[in-house]
C-alpha cells in the first residue's frame, strides 16, 4: 500500500475503550457541526429557486405574486418541509460519520454515510499543507485543512470544516509530526487545541497595484486584443452589426480570467518558518499555504512579452501530491510561489527553494537564464544548425549545471527558465524527432511531478544530449544520498530555514 491510499483501519466508536495493558489510542474528533451547511448550500439555494422562481416571475411581470391558498398551500408546505427534512437529515449524518484521528505518526480520516471512506496519511510524507477559506467558510469563521501526501494526486486528505484557530493548531501539530520535532508537551496538555504559530520571517508582500498591472499586461490582453480585432474585421468584412454580438461572451469569458488573476493572487504574502515556506493569498476565497523543505519538486520562471517591459517575472513549483489537475483552476494558484515579481524578488523565493545554488556567482547565473542568450555565465546552447528549428530562439536554448541544480532555459518571446535540484530529478529521456536526426539534435527530458513546470532542455547537439542525460543521472544518484531527510528537524533540531537579508538579496 503506497502512502496516501485509503487504509483499512477498524471503525469502532470514538470513545470505545482500549484493552487491558495497551497504551491509550488517540481521540477521534468531528469537524465542525456547521460544516454541512457550508459544503451543501447549493442544495438549498436550489430549493429556493424551484419555490420562489414562479412568485419572482408573477412580481415583475406585474401580475403579483400568486400564493397558493387552501389544500393547494397544505400540500405546498407538507412536500416543502419534507425536502427540508430531507436534506437537514443528510447535513446531520454526513456530519456526524466525518471524523478525524490525528496519532503521532499518523492521521486518520473517516466518512461516508452510504459509501464509506478510510483514509490514512503517514505525516512524514506530508508534501505540503493548506488552510483554504471560501466565501462561506469565512462567514462562519470556518476553515478547510487540506494536506498532500506523496502519490495523493488528486486525492489529497481534505477536512471541511473546522474553526479556523483549530484548523491553524492542527496544521501545526502535522508540521511537527512531519519534521520529526515531536509533541508540544503544552499543546498535548491543552488537548491539542493551542493555536500558537511559529516565529516567521515575511519574505515579501504585492501591492494591489502590481496584481492589477500583472493582469493588465497579461497574455490574456493580447489574446483579448487579437479576439476584438477579429470581430472588428469580421464585421467590416460581412456589413452586419450582428457580428457585434460575438463581443458579449468575449467580454464574459475574458472578464472572469483577468477576475480570477486578480482574486488569487490578491494580498499575496510570502514568508518563511522553520516550517517551511509559507504562502498567503486570495480576496473572497483565501489560502494559507505551507510547503516543507525539501518537497518543491521543479521550479520555472516564466515571462511573458508584455511583462518585459515591466521587467515582472512568475515562479511556479511542481509539488509531490499535488497531481496533474494543479495546472489549471483553483489549483493553479497552488503551484504559484510568485504571481509577479521583480528580478530582485525572484531571487529571494529562488534562495528558499535551493539555498545552496551551487555557483559562486548565482545572480549572474539565474540573470543570464531568465534574461540572457548565447554562452553568457557558462550555459551551453544550441549548435548553430539548430537555426533551422529555432531561428529567433537557438541562442537562448540552453543549459547549465551547477553543483546542486540544473538550469535550463528556452523561448524568444515567452522566456522560460526551469530549474531541477540534482536530488529531485525522477528521471531522464532523450527525445529526437526526423528533423532532429537529420541535424544530429536531440532534446532532453527531466521527468517530474505532474504540476506546471515541465523541464527540457531543447536543441542540443545529439552527441551533448547523450553526454548529459549520463553525467545527470550520476548526479542525481549522489545527490539523493545527500538530501535533506524526510523527517528533518529529528536529525537536526536546530534546522535554520530563515535567511539574513543579504541571503535574500543574492541566493
Not at 20 to 30: D, H, K, L, S
Not at 334 to 359: H, N, Q, Y
Not at 427 to 444: D, F, N, Y
Not at 459 to 481: F, I, P, S, V, W
Amino acid at each position: 500500500m503506497t502512502e496516501g491510499e485509503a487504509a483499512p483501519v477498524p471503525d469502532g466508536p470514538p470513545d470505545a475503550p482500549e484493552p487491558a495493558g495497551t497504551a491509550a489510542e488517540p481521540a477521534w474528533n468531528r469537524v465542525h457541526p456547521v460544516s454541512p451547511l457550508v459544503h451543501g448550500w447549493i442544495a438549498l439555494a436550489a430549493v429556493a429557486y424551484f419555490v420562489g422562481r414562479d412568485q419572482a416571475e408573477g412580481w415583475f411581470s406585474g401580475g403579483g405574486m400568486r400564493l397558493p391558498h387552501g389544500e393547494a398551500l397544505f400540500w405546498t408546505l407538507l412536500i416543502l418541509g419534507a425536502v427540508l427534512v430531507l436534506i437537514a437529515g443528510a447535513f446531520f449524518l454526513s456530519w456526524w460519520f466525518t471524523r478525524y484521528q490525528l496519532a503521532s505518526e499518523h492521521i486518520r480520516v473517516h466518512s461516508g454515510v452510504l459509501f464509506r471512506q478510510q483514509r490514512q496519511a503517514r505525516l512524514d510524507r506530508v508534501q505540503a499543507i493548506d488552510i483554504v477559506q471560501p466565501l462561506l467558510a469565512r462567514i462562519f469563521g470556518l476553515a478547510e485543512l487540506r494536506f498532500e501526501v506523496a502519490d495523493a494526486g488528486e486525492s489529497a486528505v481534505r477536512l471541511a470544516y473546522l474553526r479556523l484557530p483549530d484548523a491553524q493548531a492542527l496544521r501545526e501539530r502535522i508540521l511537527r509530526g512531519a519534521s520529526g520535532a515531536g509533541e508540544d508537551p503544552e499543546e498535548a496538555a491543552a488537548g491539542g487545541s493551542a493555536s500558537t504559530v511559529p516565529g516567521e520571517q515575511e519574505v515579501l508582500s504585492l501591492s494591489a497595484g502590481r496584481v492589477i498591472g500583472s493582469a493588465v499586461l497579461s497574455s490574456t490582453t493580447v489574446l483579448l486584443l487579437l479576439a476584438v480585432a477579429a470581430v472588428v474585421i469580421l464585421t467590416k468584412v460581412t456589413g452586419e452589426l450582428g457580428s457585434v454580438a460575438a463581443m458579449v461572451p468575449i467580454i464574459f469569458g475574458f472578464g472572469s480570467a483577468y477576475w480570477g488573476m486578480f482574486s488569487s493572487s490578491f494580498n499575496f504574502r510570502a514568508s518563511v518558518s522553520r516550517d517551511g515556506i509559507r504562502i498567503r493569498s486570495g480576496l473572497l476565497d483565501t489560502r494559507a499555504q505551507t510547503v516543507p523543505p525539501g518537497r518543491i519538486q521543479a521550479v520555472a520562471v516564466r515571462q511573458s512579452p508584455l511583462w518585459r517591459l515591466a521587467g515582472w517575472y512568475s515562479v511556479s513549483v511542481n509539488v509531490a501530491g499535488y497531481g496533474a489537475g494543479s495546472s489549471t483552476g483553483d489549483s493553479a494558484a497552488r503551484t504559484r510561489l510568485l504571481p509577479v515579481g521583480t528580478a530582485e524578488e525572484v531571487f529571494r523565493m529562488l534562495a528558499l527553494v535551493l539555498p545552496d545554488p551551487g555557483t559562486k556567482d548565482p545572480v549572474e547565473v539565474f540573470t543570464a537564464g531568465m534574461n540572457g542568450s548565447g554562452e553568457r555565465a557558462g550555459y551551453t546552447v544550441s549548435p548553430r544548425r539548430a537555426r533551422w528549428l529555432s531561428p529567433l530562439s537557438r541562442r537562448r536554448n540552453g543549459f547549465l549545471v551547477t553543483g546542486s541544480a540544473l538550469l535550463a532555459r528556452r523561448g524568444y518571446f515567452w522566456r522560460s527558465l526551469d530549474v531541477v535540484p540534482h536530488s529531485r530529478t525522477q528521471s531522464l529521456a532523450l527525445e529526437q524527432g526526423p528533423v532532429q536526426r537529420r541535424l544530429r539534435l536531440a532534446s532532453l527530458v527531466l521527468h517530474s511531478t505532474p504540476g506546471p513546470v515541465s523541464p527540457k532542455v531543447v536543441e542540443l547537439d545529439a552527441g551533448t544530449a547523450l553526454a548529459l542525460l549520463d553525467e545527470q543521472a550520476a548526479r542525481a544518484r549522489a545527490a539523493r544520498h545527500r538530501d535533506l531527510p524526510e523527517q528533518w528537524l529529528r536529525h537536526n533540531p536546530n534546522y535554520p530555514l530563515s535567511l539574513s537579508k543579504e541571503e535574500h538579496e543574492h541566493p
